[in-house]
């Protein structure tokens, strides 16, 4: 099956630094990529859908200054936390749909744990 | 907009029992269903989809799930568990209507722990 990946898969930093997380589909180019959330024991909330070459698409309440999404090419898109707080420690996964005759089956990344302290 | 109703946040079985994890939706227009499985720290792993045709879809891992259109429910079950299935389950949705059929609503997950 396809496969994406993201990297770092863990990553801890102070309060008040950014953070670029990068998704990337390593077998299949994607136009648009979802960045989620997901905070312990709780479902995944769509934050934004990243699309190649333009602007990112944000859900209502997702601050797009603090998450500043880049799809810069056909099989990476990156998410950057800017200026981290605590509360902003999460488990962030993306997943990119890939074309198929029926239904564009989406594929997750194994997603990464931010931890700000 | 859809919704994912999934009843139980918890479902604890012994090894070798059979169970069963319940989705219901809610949605305006026609959708496709599916299952994910999540194991700890990791990424979302496809387990089935229903997108048409027969009712009652074969995923992998031996579970299966049946729509019921009536109901807005998909099910999913497997007459006999083991000790790796323990994980947590989400259901989703996505509308079936051309280029919208992206984005996936989930429900809240079942953690299924199985015991020995």
């Known amino acids: 099956g396809a496969v994406v990946s993201q990297h770092p898969s863990w990553v801890i930093c102070k309060s008040g630094t950014s953070v670029k997380i990068e998704c990337r589909s390593l077998?299949?180019?994607?136009?648009?990529m979802f960045w989620y959330r997901q905070f312990p024991k709780q479902s995944l909330m769509l934050m934004a859908t990243s699309n190649e070459g333009s602007k990112a698409t944000y859900e209502q309440g997702v601050e797009k200054d603090k998450f500043l999404i880049n799809h810069a090419s056909l099989t990476l898109s990156t998410l950057t936390v800017t200026s981290a707080h605590p509360e902003d420690s999460s488990f962030y996964i993306c997943?990119?749909?890939?074309?198929?005759?029926?239904?564009?089956?989406?594929?997750f990344g194994p997603g990464t744990r931010l931890t700000v302290l | 907009a859809q919704s994912v109703t999934q009843l139980d946040s918890q479902v604890p079985v012994f090894e070798e029992a059979p169970v069963e994890l319940r989705c219901n939706y809610s949605?305006?227009?026609?959708?496709?269903l599916f299952w994910y499985v999540q194991y700890p720290n990791q990424g979302l792993q496809l387990l089935l989809k229903y997108l048409s045709g027969s009712t009652l879809v074969k995923g992998i891992n031996g579970f299966e799930a049946e729509f019921n259109k009536s109901q807005t429910s998909f099910h999913l079950r497997k007459p006999s568990v083991h000790i790796s299935d323990t994980a947590e389950y989400f259901c989703?949705?996505?509308?079936?209507?051309?280029?919208?059929?992206?984005?996936?609503?989930f429900g809240k997950g079942t953690l299924l722990t199985v015991n020995p």
């Open positions: 949605s305006s227009v026609s959708v496709y």
């Open positions: 997943s990119a749909p890939r074309m198929g005759w029926a239904y564009n089956e989406q594929f």
């Open positions: 989703a949705v996505t509308p079936n209507s051309g280029g919208s059929n992206y984005k996936l609503t």
């Open positions: 077998d299949f180019q994607a136009t648009t």
